[in-house]
Protein backbone atom coordinates (compact mmCIF):
# COMPACT_ATOMS: atom_id res chain seq x y z
CA UNK A 1 0.00 0.00 0.00
CA UNK A 2 3.03 2.24 0.67
CA UNK A 3 4.31 1.61 -2.95
CA UNK A 4 0.89 2.85 -4.30
CA UNK A 5 0.48 6.06 -2.19
CA UNK A 6 4.18 6.58 -3.57
CA UNK A 7 3.34 5.83 -7.56
CA UNK A 8 -0.30 7.58 -6.62
CA UNK A 9 1.72 10.76 -5.64
CA UNK A 10 3.88 10.96 -8.32
CA UNK A 11 1.33 12.40 -10.92
CA UNK A 12 -2.94 12.25 -11.89
CA UNK A 13 -4.45 9.11 -12.36
CA UNK A 14 -4.95 8.76 -16.09
CA UNK A 15 -8.18 7.88 -17.29
CA UNK A 16 -8.38 6.37 -20.94
CA UNK A 17 -11.78 6.70 -20.87
CA UNK A 18 -14.23 4.79 -23.56
CA UNK A 19 -18.10 5.12 -23.36
CA UNK A 20 -21.13 4.39 -20.62
CA UNK A 21 -20.94 5.51 -17.18
CA UNK A 22 -17.77 4.20 -15.97
CA UNK A 23 -15.53 7.21 -17.13
CA UNK A 24 -17.59 9.22 -15.31
CA UNK A 25 -17.69 7.49 -11.89
CA UNK A 26 -13.86 7.21 -11.48
CA UNK A 27 -13.77 10.63 -12.11
CA UNK A 28 -16.24 11.23 -9.67
CA UNK A 29 -14.50 8.96 -7.34
CA UNK A 30 -10.46 10.59 -7.78
CA UNK A 31 -12.50 14.13 -6.75
CA UNK A 32 -13.91 12.85 -3.73
CA UNK A 33 -10.80 11.22 -2.83
CA UNK A 34 -8.61 14.73 -3.87
CA UNK A 35 -6.64 12.72 -6.44
CA UNK A 36 -6.20 14.69 -9.76
CA UNK A 37 -6.74 13.05 -13.27
CA UNK A 38 -5.65 13.46 -16.94
CA UNK A 39 -8.26 12.10 -19.31
CA UNK A 40 -7.26 10.15 -22.50
CA UNK A 41 -10.50 10.21 -24.38
CA UNK A 42 -10.98 8.19 -27.21
CA UNK A 43 -12.73 9.60 -30.07
CA UNK A 44 -16.45 8.44 -31.09
CA UNK A 45 -16.52 6.46 -27.03
CA UNK A 46 -16.32 9.11 -24.22
CA UNK A 47 -18.86 11.21 -23.02
CA UNK A 48 -18.09 14.88 -23.67
CA UNK A 49 -19.85 15.90 -20.84
CA UNK A 50 -18.39 13.90 -17.83
CA UNK A 51 -14.79 15.40 -19.11
CA UNK A 52 -15.82 19.19 -18.85
CA UNK A 53 -14.69 20.07 -15.60
CA UNK A 54 -11.17 17.81 -15.53
CA UNK A 55 -7.79 18.21 -17.07
CA UNK A 56 -8.44 15.91 -20.64
CA UNK A 57 -7.44 15.10 -24.40
CA UNK A 58 -9.15 13.37 -27.25
CA UNK A 59 -7.59 10.94 -28.99
CA UNK A 60 -8.27 8.56 -32.30
CA UNK A 61 -7.94 4.75 -31.16
CA UNK A 62 -5.31 4.29 -33.87
CA UNK A 63 -2.95 7.35 -32.38
CA UNK A 64 -1.08 5.46 -29.78
CA UNK A 65 2.38 7.04 -30.01
CA UNK A 66 0.06 10.63 -29.54
CA UNK A 67 -1.67 8.71 -26.98
CA UNK A 68 1.51 7.79 -25.30
CA UNK A 69 2.88 11.48 -25.79
CA UNK A 70 -0.03 13.05 -23.97
CA UNK A 71 -0.06 10.59 -21.12
CA UNK A 72 3.65 11.42 -20.47
CA UNK A 73 3.24 15.49 -21.31
CA UNK A 74 0.81 14.95 -17.95
CA UNK A 75 2.95 13.01 -15.88
CA UNK A 76 0.79 10.23 -15.50
CA UNK A 77 2.51 7.05 -14.15
CA UNK A 78 -0.92 5.32 -13.06
CA UNK A 79 -3.35 4.25 -15.34
CA UNK A 80 -6.89 3.22 -15.43
CA UNK A 81 -8.87 1.76 -18.97
CA UNK A 82 -12.46 2.61 -18.09
CA UNK A 83 -15.75 2.24 -20.52
CA UNK A 84 -16.51 0.34 -23.26
CA UNK A 85 -14.35 0.40 -26.75
CA UNK A 86 -16.03 -0.30 -30.05
CA UNK A 87 -13.12 -2.26 -31.12
CA UNK A 88 -13.06 -0.80 -34.84
CA UNK A 89 -11.79 -2.72 -37.89
CA UNK A 90 -7.89 -2.66 -39.10
CA UNK A 91 -8.96 -0.30 -41.93
CA UNK A 92 -10.77 2.23 -39.93
CA UNK A 93 -8.07 1.76 -36.46
CA UNK A 94 -5.82 3.97 -38.70
CA UNK A 95 -2.81 2.93 -36.73
CA UNK A 96 0.11 5.35 -36.12
CA UNK A 97 3.57 3.68 -36.50
CA UNK A 98 3.06 3.33 -32.68
CA UNK A 99 0.18 1.56 -32.91
CA UNK A 100 1.45 -0.17 -36.39
CA UNK A 101 4.42 -1.61 -34.29
CA UNK A 102 2.02 -2.45 -31.41
CA UNK A 103 -0.27 -4.63 -33.81
CA UNK A 104 2.61 -6.31 -35.95
CA UNK A 105 3.74 -7.21 -32.20
CA UNK A 106 0.59 -8.83 -31.31
CA UNK A 107 -1.82 -10.01 -34.39
CA UNK A 108 -4.40 -8.55 -34.68
CA UNK A 109 -6.87 -10.28 -36.25
CA UNK A 110 -5.68 -13.34 -33.91
CA UNK A 111 -7.08 -12.21 -30.89
CA UNK A 112 -11.01 -11.76 -29.54
CA UNK A 113 -12.30 -8.88 -27.32
CA UNK A 114 -10.59 -9.89 -24.35
CA UNK A 115 -7.36 -11.12 -26.12
CA UNK A 116 -6.88 -7.67 -27.42
CA UNK A 117 -7.51 -5.43 -24.37
CA UNK A 118 -5.06 -8.24 -22.55
CA UNK A 119 -2.51 -7.43 -25.21
CA UNK A 120 -3.08 -3.20 -24.93
CA UNK A 121 -2.46 -3.84 -21.18
CA UNK A 122 0.85 -5.44 -21.58
CA UNK A 123 2.09 -2.66 -24.28
CA UNK A 124 0.76 0.26 -21.68
CA UNK A 125 2.63 -1.97 -18.89
CA UNK A 126 5.77 -2.19 -21.35
CA UNK A 127 5.76 1.66 -22.08
CA UNK A 128 6.52 1.92 -18.34
CA UNK A 129 2.77 2.78 -16.92
CA UNK A 130 1.14 0.79 -14.07
CA UNK A 131 -2.23 -0.04 -15.12
CA UNK A 132 -4.61 -0.91 -12.20
CA UNK A 133 -8.32 -1.57 -12.40
CA UNK A 134 -11.56 0.65 -12.14
CA UNK A 135 -12.37 -1.33 -9.45
CA UNK A 136 -9.60 -0.70 -7.63
CA UNK A 137 -10.85 3.17 -7.56
CA UNK A 138 -14.97 2.74 -6.40
CA UNK A 139 -16.38 1.43 -4.09
CA UNK A 140 -19.17 -0.99 -2.91
CA UNK A 141 -20.12 -1.72 -6.73
CA UNK A 142 -19.46 -5.41 -7.07
CA UNK A 143 -22.41 -7.19 -7.65
CA UNK A 144 -23.18 -9.89 -4.93
CA UNK A 145 -24.72 -12.68 -4.46
CA UNK A 146 -28.58 -13.29 -4.37
CA UNK A 147 -31.10 -10.74 -4.98
CA UNK A 148 -30.40 -6.86 -5.07
CA UNK A 149 -33.87 -5.45 -4.40
CA UNK A 150 -37.36 -6.46 -3.28
CA UNK A 151 -37.82 -8.80 -6.66
CA UNK A 152 -36.67 -12.94 -6.51
CA UNK A 153 -36.67 -15.10 -9.14
CA UNK A 154 -38.97 -17.89 -9.31
CA UNK A 155 -38.12 -21.66 -10.01
CA UNK A 156 -38.52 -21.45 -13.82
CA UNK A 157 -36.57 -18.37 -14.07
CA UNK A 158 -33.91 -20.30 -11.88
CA UNK A 159 -34.03 -22.98 -14.62
CA UNK A 160 -33.64 -20.17 -17.58
CA UNK A 161 -31.28 -18.46 -15.14
CA UNK A 162 -28.92 -21.86 -14.93
CA UNK A 163 -29.67 -22.32 -18.62
CA UNK A 164 -27.91 -18.93 -19.70
CA UNK A 165 -25.11 -19.38 -17.10
CA UNK A 166 -24.14 -22.36 -18.91
CA UNK A 167 -24.76 -21.18 -22.32
CA UNK A 168 -22.70 -17.24 -21.74
CA UNK A 169 -19.79 -19.25 -20.29
CA UNK A 170 -19.36 -21.11 -23.85
CA UNK A 171 -20.14 -17.82 -25.57
CA UNK A 172 -17.44 -16.43 -23.17
CA UNK A 173 -14.62 -19.08 -23.65
CA UNK A 174 -14.97 -18.36 -27.63
CA UNK A 175 -14.51 -14.96 -26.90
CA UNK A 176 -18.04 -13.57 -28.39
CA UNK A 177 -19.62 -12.14 -25.83
CA UNK A 178 -20.55 -11.93 -22.37
CA UNK A 179 -24.45 -12.16 -22.49
CA UNK A 180 -27.39 -14.02 -23.59
CA UNK A 181 -31.45 -13.54 -22.96
CA UNK A 182 -33.24 -16.92 -22.12
CA UNK A 183 -36.88 -17.28 -22.28
CA UNK A 184 -38.77 -20.45 -21.41
CA UNK A 185 -35.29 -22.85 -21.73
CA UNK A 186 -34.95 -20.54 -25.05
CA UNK A 187 -32.22 -18.98 -26.09
CA UNK A 188 -33.72 -15.80 -27.66
CA UNK A 189 -30.30 -14.03 -28.14
CA UNK A 190 -26.60 -13.89 -27.65
CA UNK A 191 -24.13 -11.10 -27.47
CA UNK A 192 -21.70 -10.65 -30.15
CA UNK A 193 -20.24 -7.00 -31.09
CA UNK A 194 -23.27 -4.71 -30.44
CA UNK A 195 -23.08 -5.54 -26.84
CA UNK A 196 -25.15 -5.86 -23.96
CA UNK A 197 -27.80 -2.74 -24.49
CA UNK A 198 -27.97 -3.99 -28.26
CA UNK A 199 -28.84 -7.30 -27.46
CA UNK A 200 -31.49 -6.04 -25.18
CA UNK A 201 -33.04 -3.93 -27.48
CA UNK A 202 -33.31 -6.38 -30.41
CA UNK A 203 -34.87 -9.38 -27.59
CA UNK A 204 -38.06 -7.06 -27.42
CA UNK A 205 -39.26 -8.27 -30.60
CA UNK A 206 -37.63 -11.61 -30.03
CA UNK A 207 -39.65 -12.24 -27.23
CA UNK A 208 -42.01 -15.38 -26.75
CA UNK A 209 -45.63 -15.09 -24.71
CA UNK A 210 -46.17 -15.92 -21.40
CA UNK A 211 -43.16 -15.52 -18.38
CA UNK A 212 -40.91 -13.23 -19.92
CA UNK A 213 -37.15 -14.33 -20.39
CA UNK A 214 -33.93 -13.42 -18.36
CA UNK A 215 -30.65 -11.59 -19.30
CA UNK A 216 -27.76 -13.54 -17.86
CA UNK A 217 -23.96 -11.99 -17.94
CA UNK A 218 -20.95 -13.76 -17.18
CA UNK A 219 -17.00 -13.07 -16.95
CA UNK A 220 -15.27 -14.34 -19.61
CA UNK A 221 -12.71 -17.48 -18.52
CA UNK A 222 -10.03 -15.92 -17.88
CA UNK A 223 -10.95 -12.24 -18.78
CA UNK A 224 -8.62 -9.01 -17.81
CA UNK A 225 -10.76 -7.72 -15.41
CA UNK A 226 -8.39 -4.07 -15.72
CA UNK A 227 -9.94 -3.64 -18.91
CA UNK A 228 -13.15 -5.56 -19.51
CA UNK A 229 -14.94 -6.87 -16.91
CA UNK A 230 -19.02 -7.44 -17.07
CA UNK A 231 -21.01 -3.94 -16.34
CA UNK A 232 -24.82 -3.17 -15.28
CA UNK A 233 -25.96 -0.36 -14.48
CA UNK A 234 -29.66 2.01 -14.35
CA UNK A 235 -29.77 1.64 -18.66
CA UNK A 236 -29.55 -2.12 -17.56
CA UNK A 237 -32.47 -1.95 -16.07
CA UNK A 238 -34.68 0.55 -17.98
CA UNK A 239 -33.81 -1.57 -21.66
CA UNK A 240 -34.78 -5.14 -20.09
CA UNK A 241 -37.55 -3.73 -18.82
CA UNK A 242 -38.58 -2.41 -22.10
CA UNK A 243 -38.04 -5.61 -23.43
CA UNK A 244 -40.41 -7.64 -21.14
CA UNK A 245 -37.56 -9.58 -19.42
CA UNK A 246 -38.27 -10.72 -15.78
CA UNK A 247 -34.78 -9.92 -14.47
CA UNK A 248 -31.30 -9.27 -14.81
CA UNK A 249 -29.13 -12.61 -13.22
CA UNK A 250 -25.06 -11.62 -13.13
CA UNK A 251 -21.66 -12.98 -12.03
CA UNK A 252 -21.14 -11.91 -8.45
CA UNK A 253 -18.31 -10.75 -7.59
CA UNK A 254 -17.31 -10.11 -11.20
CA UNK A 255 -20.49 -7.98 -11.91
CA UNK A 256 -19.55 -4.00 -11.54
CA UNK A 257 -22.92 -2.53 -10.52
CA UNK A 258 -22.99 1.23 -11.43
CA UNK A 259 -25.08 3.46 -9.63
CA UNK A 260 -26.47 0.95 -7.28
CA UNK A 261 -29.37 2.67 -5.70
CA UNK A 262 -30.77 3.65 -8.83
CA UNK A 263 -30.60 0.19 -10.28
CA UNK A 264 -32.34 -1.08 -7.42
CA UNK A 265 -35.00 1.52 -7.22
CA UNK A 266 -35.43 1.12 -10.85
CA UNK A 267 -35.47 -2.81 -11.07
CA UNK A 268 -38.15 -2.69 -7.77
CA UNK A 269 -40.25 -0.31 -9.61
CA UNK A 270 -40.95 -2.78 -13.00
CA UNK A 271 -40.82 -5.55 -11.21
CA UNK A 272 -37.62 -7.32 -11.63
CA UNK A 273 -35.62 -9.12 -10.35
CA UNK A 274 -31.11 -8.21 -10.19
CA UNK A 275 -29.67 -11.27 -8.97
CA UNK A 276 -26.05 -12.29 -8.66
CA UNK A 277 -25.20 -15.65 -9.03
CA UNK A 278 -21.63 -18.24 -9.42
CA UNK A 279 -21.85 -19.47 -12.91
CA UNK A 280 -20.41 -23.18 -13.26
CA UNK B 1 -36.75 -49.48 -53.10
CA UNK B 2 -39.11 -51.81 -53.46
CA UNK B 3 -40.84 -50.67 -50.42
CA UNK B 4 -40.64 -47.25 -50.86
CA UNK B 5 -42.65 -47.44 -53.50
CA UNK B 6 -45.49 -49.45 -52.21
CA UNK B 7 -45.52 -46.77 -49.17
CA UNK B 8 -46.01 -44.17 -51.89
CA UNK B 9 -48.60 -45.59 -53.60
CA UNK B 10 -50.19 -45.88 -50.44
CA UNK B 11 -51.47 -42.36 -50.63
CA UNK B 12 -50.57 -38.99 -50.33
CA UNK B 13 -47.27 -37.18 -49.50
CA UNK B 14 -47.99 -35.30 -46.62
CA UNK B 15 -45.98 -32.33 -46.00
CA UNK B 16 -45.82 -30.52 -42.87
CA UNK B 17 -45.62 -27.26 -43.81
CA UNK B 18 -43.45 -24.21 -42.44
CA UNK B 19 -42.19 -21.32 -43.53
CA UNK B 20 -40.06 -20.21 -46.82
CA UNK B 21 -39.76 -21.44 -50.05
CA UNK B 22 -39.11 -25.12 -48.95
CA UNK B 23 -42.51 -26.32 -48.72
CA UNK B 24 -43.20 -24.98 -52.36
CA UNK B 25 -40.02 -26.77 -53.90
CA UNK B 26 -41.61 -29.93 -52.27
CA UNK B 27 -45.02 -29.32 -54.03
CA UNK B 28 -43.54 -28.70 -56.77
CA UNK B 29 -41.06 -31.52 -56.93
CA UNK B 30 -44.32 -33.65 -56.02
CA UNK B 31 -46.02 -32.45 -59.18
CA UNK B 32 -43.23 -33.20 -61.29
CA UNK B 33 -42.94 -36.63 -60.29
CA UNK B 34 -46.91 -36.96 -60.02
CA UNK B 35 -47.45 -37.58 -56.58
CA UNK B 36 -50.11 -36.89 -54.94
CA UNK B 37 -49.44 -34.42 -51.70
CA UNK B 38 -52.04 -33.62 -48.59
CA UNK B 39 -50.14 -30.61 -46.78
CA UNK B 40 -50.44 -29.41 -43.71
CA UNK B 41 -49.52 -25.73 -43.19
CA UNK B 42 -48.96 -24.30 -39.75
CA UNK B 43 -50.68 -21.43 -39.07
CA UNK B 44 -48.33 -18.56 -38.67
CA UNK B 45 -45.65 -19.85 -40.86
CA UNK B 46 -46.32 -21.83 -43.61
CA UNK B 47 -46.98 -19.68 -47.00
CA UNK B 48 -50.65 -19.11 -48.01
CA UNK B 49 -49.60 -18.94 -51.66
CA UNK B 50 -47.64 -22.21 -52.04
CA UNK B 51 -51.00 -23.98 -50.98
CA UNK B 52 -53.42 -22.63 -53.20
CA UNK B 53 -53.39 -25.22 -55.65
CA UNK B 54 -52.93 -28.59 -53.67
CA UNK B 55 -54.96 -30.19 -51.25
CA UNK B 56 -54.51 -28.11 -47.82
CA UNK B 57 -55.10 -27.92 -44.06
CA UNK B 58 -54.06 -25.05 -41.83
CA UNK B 59 -53.41 -26.43 -38.02
CA UNK B 60 -51.84 -24.86 -34.89
CA UNK B 61 -49.01 -25.99 -33.98
CA UNK B 62 -50.09 -27.18 -30.61
CA UNK B 63 -53.30 -28.72 -32.54
CA UNK B 64 -51.26 -32.29 -32.16
CA UNK B 65 -54.79 -34.66 -32.35
CA UNK B 66 -56.09 -32.46 -34.74
CA UNK B 67 -53.00 -32.64 -37.23
CA UNK B 68 -52.66 -36.61 -36.29
CA UNK B 69 -56.71 -36.60 -36.99
CA UNK B 70 -56.18 -34.91 -40.64
CA UNK B 71 -53.07 -36.35 -41.55
CA UNK B 72 -55.37 -40.18 -40.83
CA UNK B 73 -58.31 -38.57 -42.57
CA UNK B 74 -56.19 -37.74 -46.05
CA UNK B 75 -54.75 -41.30 -46.06
CA UNK B 76 -51.19 -40.09 -45.29
CA UNK B 77 -48.94 -42.87 -44.93
CA UNK B 78 -45.58 -41.21 -45.70
CA UNK B 79 -44.51 -37.60 -43.96
CA UNK B 80 -42.32 -34.58 -44.95
CA UNK B 81 -41.26 -31.62 -42.51
CA UNK B 82 -40.67 -29.09 -45.07
CA UNK B 83 -39.94 -25.04 -44.12
CA UNK B 84 -38.83 -23.42 -40.90
CA UNK B 85 -40.91 -23.26 -37.52
CA UNK B 86 -40.52 -20.32 -34.42
CA UNK B 87 -40.46 -22.22 -32.08
CA UNK B 88 -43.69 -20.95 -29.86
CA UNK B 89 -43.26 -20.35 -25.82
CA UNK B 90 -45.19 -23.56 -24.14
CA UNK B 91 -47.66 -20.49 -23.39
CA UNK B 92 -48.26 -19.54 -26.92
CA UNK B 93 -48.33 -23.29 -27.86
CA UNK B 94 -51.65 -24.12 -26.21
CA UNK B 95 -50.88 -28.06 -26.72
CA UNK B 96 -54.06 -29.76 -27.13
CA UNK B 97 -54.25 -33.49 -25.23
CA UNK B 98 -52.17 -35.17 -27.66
CA UNK B 99 -49.49 -32.53 -27.89
CA UNK B 100 -49.72 -32.36 -23.97
CA UNK B 101 -49.19 -36.19 -23.44
CA UNK B 102 -46.15 -35.91 -25.86
CA UNK B 103 -44.76 -32.89 -24.31
CA UNK B 104 -45.03 -34.52 -21.23
CA UNK B 105 -43.19 -37.46 -22.35
CA UNK B 106 -40.43 -35.38 -23.80
CA UNK B 107 -40.29 -33.03 -21.54
CA UNK B 108 -40.16 -29.38 -23.02
CA UNK B 109 -37.90 -26.96 -21.53
CA UNK B 110 -35.23 -29.74 -21.54
CA UNK B 111 -34.92 -30.05 -25.52
CA UNK B 112 -32.86 -27.41 -27.68
CA UNK B 113 -34.63 -27.01 -31.22
CA UNK B 114 -33.15 -29.78 -32.15
CA UNK B 115 -33.45 -32.32 -29.91
CA UNK B 116 -37.13 -31.34 -30.13
CA UNK B 117 -37.04 -31.35 -33.63
CA UNK B 118 -36.23 -35.25 -33.15
CA UNK B 119 -38.96 -35.87 -30.74
CA UNK B 120 -41.38 -34.94 -32.77
CA UNK B 121 -40.16 -37.39 -35.35
CA UNK B 122 -39.90 -39.84 -33.08
CA UNK B 123 -43.56 -39.39 -32.12
CA UNK B 124 -44.83 -39.22 -35.95
CA UNK B 125 -43.13 -42.18 -36.44
CA UNK B 126 -44.49 -43.78 -33.07
CA UNK B 127 -47.70 -43.19 -34.51
CA UNK B 128 -47.01 -45.26 -37.57
CA UNK B 129 -45.71 -42.37 -40.09
CA UNK B 130 -43.07 -42.58 -42.51
CA UNK B 131 -40.84 -39.49 -42.23
CA UNK B 132 -38.59 -38.42 -44.86
CA UNK B 133 -36.33 -35.74 -45.72
CA UNK B 134 -37.25 -33.01 -47.79
CA UNK B 135 -33.56 -33.65 -49.48
CA UNK B 136 -34.74 -36.92 -50.66
CA UNK B 137 -37.96 -35.50 -52.94
CA UNK B 138 -35.92 -32.77 -54.30
CA UNK B 139 -32.53 -32.92 -56.90
CA UNK B 140 -29.73 -31.25 -57.70
CA UNK B 141 -29.90 -28.86 -53.96
CA UNK B 142 -27.71 -29.90 -51.70
CA UNK B 143 -24.19 -27.78 -51.46
CA UNK B 144 -21.46 -28.94 -53.14
CA UNK B 145 -18.18 -28.14 -51.94
CA UNK B 146 -16.35 -24.94 -53.17
CA UNK B 147 -17.22 -21.85 -55.03
CA UNK B 148 -21.49 -22.03 -56.97
CA UNK B 149 -20.60 -19.19 -58.54
CA UNK B 150 -18.00 -17.03 -60.72
CA UNK B 151 -16.39 -15.47 -57.29
CA UNK B 152 -13.94 -16.81 -54.52
CA UNK B 153 -13.29 -15.93 -51.08
CA UNK B 154 -9.45 -14.49 -50.82
CA UNK B 155 -6.98 -15.21 -48.47
CA UNK B 156 -8.51 -13.03 -45.64
CA UNK B 157 -12.42 -13.67 -46.30
CA UNK B 158 -10.59 -17.60 -45.81
CA UNK B 159 -9.11 -16.75 -42.58
CA UNK B 160 -12.83 -15.31 -41.42
CA UNK B 161 -14.89 -18.21 -43.06
CA UNK B 162 -12.19 -20.78 -41.03
CA UNK B 163 -13.05 -18.70 -37.61
CA UNK B 164 -16.92 -18.61 -38.50
CA UNK B 165 -16.91 -22.35 -38.92
CA UNK B 166 -14.89 -23.07 -35.55
CA UNK B 167 -17.42 -20.72 -33.76
CA UNK B 168 -20.29 -21.70 -35.78
CA UNK B 169 -19.81 -25.43 -35.08
CA UNK B 170 -19.78 -24.31 -30.98
CA UNK B 171 -23.01 -22.27 -31.48
CA UNK B 172 -24.40 -25.31 -33.12
CA UNK B 173 -23.47 -27.54 -30.31
CA UNK B 174 -25.12 -25.99 -27.58
CA UNK B 175 -28.33 -25.82 -29.71
CA UNK B 176 -28.52 -21.99 -30.09
CA UNK B 177 -28.12 -21.42 -33.92
CA UNK B 178 -26.33 -22.50 -37.01
CA UNK B 179 -25.28 -18.90 -38.21
CA UNK B 180 -22.66 -16.43 -37.67
CA UNK B 181 -21.41 -13.24 -39.33
CA UNK B 182 -17.53 -13.15 -39.08
CA UNK B 183 -15.38 -9.21 -40.21
CA UNK B 184 -12.05 -9.25 -40.25
CA UNK B 185 -11.46 -11.74 -37.78
CA UNK B 186 -14.83 -10.33 -35.38
CA UNK B 187 -17.56 -12.27 -34.87
CA UNK B 188 -20.58 -9.75 -35.72
CA UNK B 189 -23.41 -11.57 -34.84
CA UNK B 190 -24.34 -15.27 -33.47
CA UNK B 191 -27.94 -16.63 -34.50
CA UNK B 192 -30.11 -17.54 -32.24
CA UNK B 193 -33.88 -17.30 -32.43
CA UNK B 194 -34.17 -14.34 -34.59
CA UNK B 195 -33.09 -16.57 -37.55
CA UNK B 196 -30.41 -16.48 -40.77
CA UNK B 197 -32.29 -13.50 -42.02
CA UNK B 198 -32.87 -11.88 -38.91
CA UNK B 199 -29.01 -12.07 -37.91
CA UNK B 200 -28.56 -10.88 -41.67
CA UNK B 201 -30.80 -7.75 -41.16
CA UNK B 202 -28.98 -6.57 -37.95
CA UNK B 203 -25.84 -7.08 -38.95
CA UNK B 204 -26.09 -4.21 -41.30
CA UNK B 205 -25.95 -1.82 -38.83
CA UNK B 206 -23.01 -3.38 -36.88
CA UNK B 207 -20.32 -3.63 -39.89
CA UNK B 208 -16.97 -2.17 -39.82
CA UNK B 209 -15.36 -0.14 -42.42
CA UNK B 210 -13.13 -2.08 -44.61
CA UNK B 211 -13.97 -5.55 -46.81
CA UNK B 212 -17.13 -6.98 -45.62
CA UNK B 213 -17.84 -9.98 -43.68
CA UNK B 214 -19.03 -13.37 -43.99
CA UNK B 215 -22.08 -15.71 -43.06
CA UNK B 216 -21.17 -18.98 -41.86
CA UNK B 217 -23.88 -21.39 -41.79
CA UNK B 218 -22.95 -25.17 -40.45
CA UNK B 219 -25.29 -27.57 -39.34
CA UNK B 220 -25.43 -28.68 -35.39
CA UNK B 221 -23.42 -31.96 -34.17
CA UNK B 222 -25.95 -34.61 -34.76
CA UNK B 223 -28.50 -32.41 -36.14
CA UNK B 224 -31.70 -34.05 -37.55
CA UNK B 225 -31.51 -33.79 -40.84
CA UNK B 226 -34.64 -34.59 -41.71
CA UNK B 227 -36.10 -31.99 -39.94
CA UNK B 228 -33.73 -28.83 -40.25
CA UNK B 229 -31.06 -28.86 -42.40
CA UNK B 230 -29.26 -25.71 -43.12
CA UNK B 231 -30.81 -23.73 -45.51
CA UNK B 232 -29.87 -20.69 -47.95
CA UNK B 233 -31.57 -19.19 -51.01
CA UNK B 234 -31.75 -16.22 -53.14
CA UNK B 235 -33.28 -14.37 -49.83
CA UNK B 236 -30.22 -15.07 -47.95
CA UNK B 237 -27.57 -14.06 -50.87
CA UNK B 238 -29.82 -10.58 -51.01
CA UNK B 239 -29.63 -9.55 -47.69
CA UNK B 240 -26.06 -10.97 -47.27
CA UNK B 241 -25.43 -8.08 -50.22
CA UNK B 242 -27.46 -5.67 -48.14
CA UNK B 243 -25.79 -6.27 -44.93
CA UNK B 244 -22.30 -5.36 -47.07
CA UNK B 245 -21.29 -8.91 -46.93
CA UNK B 246 -18.47 -10.35 -49.30
CA UNK B 247 -19.92 -13.89 -48.83
CA UNK B 248 -21.68 -17.36 -47.70
CA UNK B 249 -19.61 -19.82 -46.82
CA UNK B 250 -21.92 -22.88 -45.92
CA UNK B 251 -21.71 -26.76 -44.42
CA UNK B 252 -21.35 -28.89 -48.16
CA UNK B 253 -23.25 -31.58 -48.32
CA UNK B 254 -25.59 -30.44 -45.17
CA UNK B 255 -27.04 -27.48 -46.99
CA UNK B 256 -29.57 -26.98 -48.75
CA UNK B 257 -29.46 -24.32 -51.80
CA UNK B 258 -33.04 -23.09 -52.87
CA UNK B 259 -33.51 -22.03 -56.43
CA UNK B 260 -29.73 -22.90 -56.84
CA UNK B 261 -29.64 -20.77 -60.47
CA UNK B 262 -30.93 -17.55 -59.28
CA UNK B 263 -28.46 -18.07 -55.96
CA UNK B 264 -25.78 -18.13 -58.28
CA UNK B 265 -27.03 -15.24 -60.41
CA UNK B 266 -27.55 -13.16 -57.54
CA UNK B 267 -24.31 -13.58 -55.85
CA UNK B 268 -22.53 -13.60 -59.84
CA UNK B 269 -24.33 -9.84 -59.92
CA UNK B 270 -23.59 -8.91 -56.18
CA UNK B 271 -19.68 -10.06 -56.34
CA UNK B 272 -20.49 -12.18 -53.37
CA UNK B 273 -18.61 -15.48 -53.06
CA UNK B 274 -20.99 -18.69 -52.72
CA UNK B 275 -18.66 -21.74 -51.42
CA UNK B 276 -19.14 -25.25 -49.73
CA UNK B 277 -16.98 -25.87 -46.79
CA UNK B 278 -16.15 -28.85 -44.68
CA UNK B 279 -15.88 -27.24 -41.10
CA UNK B 280 -14.15 -28.97 -38.20
New interface residues.
Partial sequence: MAADAELSASGPLGIIAGSGGLPRRVIESCRAAGREVFVLALEGEADRAALETVPHAWCRIGAAATALDLLRANAVGELVLAGGVR??????LRPDWQAAKILARIG??????DGLLKAVIKELEREGFRVIGADQLLTEIALPEGPLGQVQPDPDAE?DIAHGAR?AR??GA?D??QA?VV????????E???GTD?LLR?CAS?R????GGVLVKVEKPGQERRADRPVIGPQTVSLAADSGLRGIAAEAGATLVLDRDEVVRLADAAGLFVVGIHPP
Avoid at 87 to 92: E, G, H, Y
Avoid at 108 to 113: E, F, K, V
Avoid at 208 to 211: A, K, Q, S
Fill in positions: RPSLAAYRALGDAVAILIGVQQGFVLGVAIEGRLRDGP
